[in-house]
């Protein structure tokens, strides 16, 4: 059984992006595993400072906002799910600020020793995910964590437009292989 940590980061309330981690949520649990979901998309996270003062302090970053109840759930996973919209050929700004501030993982390591992206995104030219998806498999490796999967998923815009789409179905799966 894995700890899964599902971070979405959309702001848009139960849309797309949070319908494609329902369903790998379901998949996940289905198979017996722990999950806790967490959604970074309206949550107050600052950008890193590049203060370096994790590395004088244990790993503890010294902002106070939402991240630090963040924390100790990276220190707890196995698995690290992102889940996001692709703005501008990348992660959402709210997820990439989340990502930034795991900075404090290289002063005391986080426990995590996989990841996977779910993407959904409105362009209809699904090569675009492209550079999202070179972008996590490049953090993935450099910090010696194992790809376990990816599902992107286009063509959905208006709110509740991913509904029937195959991608789900590839979300549960990649949930329930976990």
């Known amino acids: 059984m894995a ?16 319908m494609l981690a329902d369903a790998f949520i379901e998949g996940a649990e289905s198979a017996g595993n722990a999950v806790t979901r967490v959604d970074v998309g309206r949550a107050k996270i600052a950008g890193c400072l590049g203060c370096n003062y994790c590395f004088s302090h244990e790993g503890e970053c010294c902002q106070e906002d939402d991240m630090q109840e963040l924390y100790p759930l990276l220190r707890r996973c196995d698995t ?3 889940v996001t919209p692709i703005y501008c050929f990348t992660f959402s700004a709210q997820i990439k600020a989340f990502m930034d501030r795991m900075f404090c993982g290289i002063a005391k390591p986080f426990s995590i020793k ?3 992206l779910l993407t959904a995104f409105e362009d209809k030219d699904h090569s675009i995910s492209k550079h999202m998806i070179d972008t996590y498999r490049a953090l993935t490796a450099y910090s010696g ?28 799966r990649l949930g329930a292989g976990l």
């Open 145 to 172: 964590m194992e790809d376990r999967g990816v599902v992107a998923v286009g063509s959905v815009f208006e709110k509740g437009a991913i509904a029937g789409n195959p991608g789900l179905e590839e979300a549960r």
């Open 80 to 82: 690290l799910a992102y």
């Open 114 to 116: 996989s990841t996977v």
């Open 3 to 18: 700890d899964i940590l599902v971070v979405t980061g959309s702001p848009r309330v139960n849309g797309n992006t949070s």
